[in-house]
């Protein structure tokens, strides 16, 4: 299970409303700050930023190298990518192929809820809901280096991936596609959702 956070990218503008920024105008391109994953059903969340960029990279593409699926929620447009692309900037091959199950996709597809939001979706499932924070200063003050807001960042970055596991056991039925769970329990039971309650 996977979350990634990333900086803005930080752009010259004439002005705030429909503004078309071409690329000479960028001075700093969107980067990983830090990434929190779990392996499913263990108990440690284990957490990365860019203190430490290539131990980061490289501690993420051993772990893709080794996940048979990677849980994510809208990863498939947006965390998988950047990861990918952060990959091939640091000189990195492809890691082995592995299955994508991203969540969004599948609230989108399955369900109509008001909102396709993590933190709503969530709650209204009765599960917990993401760490507050202050909003888009927190990504403003890590980028800035404060280490308290580091701090908070973490704490908000590990608690997204220990709710979408608690999401993924809601969903898991749901997912169209899902890996065969009797491909790799070496068991006679539901493709989906691992059951061997069968009839």
Excluded at 94 to 121: G, W
Aim: proline fraction near 5%; glycine fraction near 6%; charged fraction near 25%.
């Amino acid at each position: 299970l996977l979350d990634v956070e990333t900086s803005p990218n930080t752009v010259f503008t004439w002005g705030l409303f429909k503004q078309t920024i071409s690329i000479d105008k960028i001075i700093d391109s969107s980067e990983v700050l830090c990434i929190a994953y779990k392996w499913l059903g263990e108990k440690d969340t284990f957490y990365l930023s860019k203190h430490n960029k290539k131990f980061m990279l490289r501690s993420i593409h051993k772990m893709l190298e080794e996940a048979d699926a990677v849980v994510t929620y809208n990863g498939n447009s947006f965390d998988l990518p950047v990861l990918n692309k952060e990959l091939l900037l640091e000189g990195f091959t492809p890691p082995a192929p592995y299955k994508s199950i991203d969540l969004c996709k599948v609230v989108q597809k399955r369900f109509r809820f008001p909102s396709s939001k993590l933190e709503y979706v969530c709650g209204a499932l009765g599960l917990e809901t993401k760490v507050k924070h202050e909003g888009f200063k927190l990504w403003v003050q890590c980028m800035a280096g404060d280490e308290a807001a580091w701090k908070r960042m973490q704490r908000y970055n590990r608690q997204d991936v220990r709710i979408l596991e608690q999401l993924y056991q809601k969903l898991k039925p749901w997912v169209p596609s899902h890996p065969n769970h009797g491909t790799f329990d070496d068991l006679t039971c539901c493709p989906n959702c691992g059951s061997t309650k069968l009839q």
